[in-house]
């Protein structure tokens, strides 16, 4: 680990010192799946109104598996993209209960196999259920990390193991929480607030900025 990256770490600890909440709402291992997947180009906000009532509605594992497609579909409807998330989630719980016992798996390799599910989804579950240090690169944690030169990688997946190696493991949980919190108070998409950041001697898109002026 570099000296910047050291840097960006302790800043990072310093100003978001309990950042390990996750923002979906969730209560069995399996919703924080379904939510992660209605994630999916929508806030986590609206997913969090959405999973409310429907949480409320299917209360086992058992019942996903067996809800009718479009009276599903009308359920999600307000994350978007309703018609793909409805298949995939429905996909998901018959696949956890057939070939897991309904028990859910805690490996990358495993998770990705379920339908939808791709590697930061399958991240965001290994973080919060099993406590197992992974990079969960969304879309703050992507972009905050090129902004500050962390990577160059544009590819979640690239990002993902490109910040594994730079960044000490004992770090991964926890710098993806800071970089969503990060994002969401300072470093905001399109127009981040640099006059406010605390990170301005070691940001290189601070530094090119500071040059055009």
């Known amino acids: 680990m570099n000296e910047r990256v050291a840097k960006i770490l302790d800043y990072l600890d310093e100003y978001y010192p309990h950042e390990d909440k996750c923002y979906l709402n969730y209560t069995h291992d399996y919703e924080l799946l379904f939510a992660t997947v209605l994630s999916a180009q929508c806030t986590d906000d609206r ?7 429907l949480f409320k509605k299917y209360t086992s594992l058992e019942a996903f598996a067996n809800a009718n497609l479009e ?3 009308q359920d999600i409807k ?5 018609r793909n998330k409805a298949k995939n989630i429905i996909a998901n719980a018959r696949m956890l209960l057939s070939d897991y016992g309904g028990i859910m798996p805690s490996a990358v390799e495993e998770l990705i196999k379920l339908p939808g599910v791709g590697r930061k989804t399958a991240n965001v579950v290994r973080c919060h259920i099993f406590k197992i240090p992974s ?3 969304d879309t703050h944690v992507g ?3 090129r902004k500050l030169g962390i990577t160059k990688f544009e590819d979640p997946v690239k990002v993902e193991f490109d910040l594994m190696k730079k960044l000490p493991k004992k770090a991964w949980i926890k710098y993806n929480h800071q ?3 990060h994002g969401r108070a300072i470093c905001k998409a399109p127009k981040p607030k640099c006059e406010k950041c605390f990170m301005q001697d070691v940001c290189k898109y ?3 900025e500071k040059l055009k002026k």
């Open 78 to 82: 307000p994350t978007g993209f309703f």
């Open 143 to 145: 972009r905050i990390s």
């Open 135 to 137: 990079v969960v690169v």
């Open 71 to 73: 009276e599903f579909e």
């Open 47 to 53: 997913v969090n109104i959405v999973t409310e009532s």
């Open 179 to 181: 970089l969503i919190a």
């Open 206 to 208: 601070y530094e090119v």
